[in-house]
């Protein structure tokens, strides 16, 4: 399915921009943390445990790494869609955010059920990323309704 025969309505395209960047800089908060081995949490005092769980990396890539590079591709893609008018970007837009979704899903449970500890930052990013699938779900409705959008 391509999503290139419409227009898309600048507000969405901000929204993109704007979570995808409060996202980004959340992710790349958590992976200094990580590094530095470290973190505070003023409401919430589960951070240290999700940060230091053997759950907080993949393969030794810091979680929080991967999300920054995920927030970062759809920042891009909203870019060179707003730019370009790409239709790899507009795919991107569509598709991304769905794999975030079902990523942040496992990871709330990882917190939830296996490490029972909450990080209100990693909670953030759960929340960006299902706000970004939300806007993702107008991509499609919009093309399933052939609408040209304005």
């Not at 395209?13 to 992710?27: A, K, R, Y």
């Not at 445990?49 to 893609?77: K, M």
């Amino acid at each position: 399915m391509q999503f290139y025969n419409f227009k898309i309505n600048k507000f969405l395209l901000i929204g993109f921009v704007l979570i995808s960047l409060v996202g980004f800089l959340d992710s790349i908060f958590l992976t200094v943390k990580y590094f530095v081995g470290t973190i505070n949490c003023s409401t919430i005092t589960g951070c240290q445990d999700v940060l230091s769980s053997p759950y907080s990396n993949i393969f030794g890539i810091p979680v929080a790494l991967l999300g920054a590079f995920f927030y970062l591709s759809i920042l891009v893609s909203a870019l060179i869609y707003i730019q370009h008018k790409n239709k790899l970007a507009i795919n991107a837009l569509a598709w991304l955010p769905s794999i975030g979704l079902l990523f942040s899903i496992w990871l709330v449970y990882l917190q939830l059920i296996v490490i029972k500890s909450i990080c209100i930052y990693c909670m953030g990013s759960a929340l960006t990323s299902t706000v970004l699938f939300i806007l993702s779900i107008f991509i499609w409705k919009n093309k399933i309704n052939q609408v040209d959008i304005k």
